[in-house]
């Protein structure tokens, strides 16, 4: 953690998304008093699984609209008189089986709301073949709803800063 806590501080964020943290609320607690974010949001792991935190500084008014395994949705302001923003940070489920809840609650909050969407976090999923390295093209079907949902709902890919690839499981094609 202190790796981590070095990095939040050296950046000076103001918010943080973490998800696969495989914590319980009390774990996590401890975790994030270590950290110079001092609000949070936590959804606890199932297990050895999932596991959100959303972390916050004191500059921000940070509401939670809504909160499942597999995201949080938040109002965001600077400034109490300030617009606010909506961020969607989410773990998309790695199995497939809600994929299709998470994209609808995604076209949501981009469609039926006049406020800027921010959406962030883990998909497992990809929008351009480009973006993976290796395995099973097994999940076309579940690309392509990404891709149809991106789309449809007028998300702009803002693109990364560091490595293109941060995991690899060491499996042939």
Request: overall charge positive.
């Amino acid at each position: 953690m202190s790796t981590l806590a070095r990095y939040l501080h050296s950046t000076k964020a103001s918010l943080g998304f973490f998800c696969e943290t495989k914590c319980s609320v009390q774990q996590a607690t401890r975790r994030i008093r270590r950290l110079p974010l001092k609000n949070y949001e936590i959804v606890p792991s199932a297990g050895l699984s999932g596991g959100l935190w959303l972390l916050w500084d004191d500059n921000l008014l940070v509401s939670v609209l809504e909160r499942s395994n597999f995201f949080i949705f938040s109002s965001i302001k600077k400034h109490v008189d300030d617009d606010p923003w909506i961020l969607g940070a989410i773990y998309g489920d790695p199995n497939g089986r809600v994929l299709g809840y998470i994209w609808d609650r995604i076209s949501f909050y981009a469609n039926s709301h006049h406020i800027p969407l921010c959406v962030m976090g883990d998909f497992n999923c990809i929008l351009h073949p480009s973006e993976k390295c290796g395995g099973s093209s097994k999940e076309k079907s579940k690309n392509k709803d990404f891709q149809s949902m991106v789309s449809r709902t007028g998300l702009i890919n803002l693109g990364h800063d560091g490595p293109s690839y941060t995991w690899c499981n060491f499996q042939q094609s």
